[in-house]
């Protein structure tokens, strides 16, 4: 009995720590490292988004998507005029696909949609 | 507004600072370990380490604890978390430092006259701590102080249970001569200061 009363006074002196002096100064140092590492870490996530960004739009610039899509645009000039015989309002299609600028529209919404989900995987991670 | 919500962190419980923490919530963080900071450092320096080595370890363990404050499932406190993580990671540091196996000696030297000088120190705990051989302060804080049984700190100090279980014993042994040697009256009131 007295072992078990010897270890639980024990266990009481080590639980029952005093407060060191520097204890606000330590817990200031352990938040400054805590604020560091997020810095850093959104750094990264920006970093890796805005490299994703770049190889995705790349990979789009160089996959010939404007041909396909000007082919496309053709294609679907060619609709909105058979369109154009049932009803005139089918205009807006031929100005939507006329010219390059859709393409760098999608191009960049692609770019800030995988820099968002990259970032946003990192940031899971 | 930033006054406002420290007071409103300061006055919740651990565990629902531990749920901030778990959203990101990095100024709750900081609330535990201003309530917990002290009592893992003074741990550590139980355990033998220098102050700035306790310092340093336990910084780590706090950070290791945030990254993983998810896997706190309020299962014992908080403190009792943090404090396995911190010594966890100084007996990792002793093993980079090749100090471990130090503690597997049955009976290395303790600074018995510099203890017995000491008229204070032979009161309380952490100078009676002093007076065991390192391995059996190490198995004493970790089993008493950590709440690790004898097999968890087996493991965690790659010792055999028998070493660790004989380390314990003897260290009890002593800190029970040096606690408590005319009735333990005065052992409440007069713990160390880390």
Redesign the interface.
């Known amino acids: 009995m007295a072992e078990v009363d010897?270890?639980r006074?024990?266990?009481?002196?080590?639980?029952?720590?005093?407060?060191?002096p520097d204890?606000?100064a330590?817990?200031g140092?352990?938040?400054r490292?805590?604020?560091t590492?997020?810095t850093a870490r959104r750094w990264l996530i920006g970093a890796a988004g805005v490299g994703g960004g770049i190889i995705g739009a790349s990979q789009i610039v160089m996959s010939n998507l404007v041909q396909r899509v000007e082919s496309a645009g053709d294609s679907a000039k060619v609709l909105s005029a058979g369109l154009t015989q049932i009803t005139p309002r089918a205009e807006w299609l031929t100005s939507l696909y006329s010219g390059g600028a859709v393409v760098w529209i999608a191009s960049a919404l692609a770019i800030v949609a995988m820099g968002f989900a990259l970032s946003r995987v990192i940031e899971e991670l | 507004m930033a006054g406002a919500t420290q007071l409103r962190i300061a006055s919740l419980h651990d565990v629902e600072l531990c749920g901030l923490a778990a959203t990101g919530e990095?100024r709750a963080?900081?609330e535990l370990?201003?309530r917990h900071?002290?009592?893992v450092?003074?741990?550590l320096r139980?355990m033998g380490a220098q102050p700035s080595q306790a310092?340093d370890v336990?910084?780590d363990a706090?950070?290791t604890a945030?990254e993983r404050i998810t896997d706190f499932r309020g299962e014992g406190t908080f403190?009792g978390w943090v404090k396995r993580i911190a010594a966890r990671l100084y007996l990792k540091r002793l093993q980079r430092e090749r100090r471990l196996g130090e503690l597997a000696a049955e009976s290395a030297p303790a600074d018995e006259g510099q203890v017995a000088a000491d008229a204070e120190a032979a009161i309380d705990?952490d100078g009676a701590l002093k007076a065991l051989a390192p391995g059996e302060r190490v198995c004493?804080?970790l089993c008493?102080?950590t709440?690790l049984s004898h097999a968890e700190a087996a493991e965690a100090l790659n010792l055999p249970l028998g070493t660790v279980k004989s380390h314990v014993k003897r260290g009890?042994d002593k800190?029970?001569a040096r606690?408590?040697p005319a009735g333990?009256a005065s052992?409440?009131g007069r713990?160390?200061?880390?």
């Open positions: 010897f270890e006074r024990l266990e009481r002196l080590f639980a029952d720590a005093p407060e060191l204890a606000a330590f817990a140092r352990v938040e490292r805590l604020n590492g997020w | 990095r963080f900081g370990v201003r900071g002290s009592s450092r003074a741990l139980r310092d336990a910084q706090f950070i945030f403190a705990l004493v804080t008493f102080g709440g009890l800190l029970r606690l408590a333990g052992l409440e713990r160390g200061n880390g």
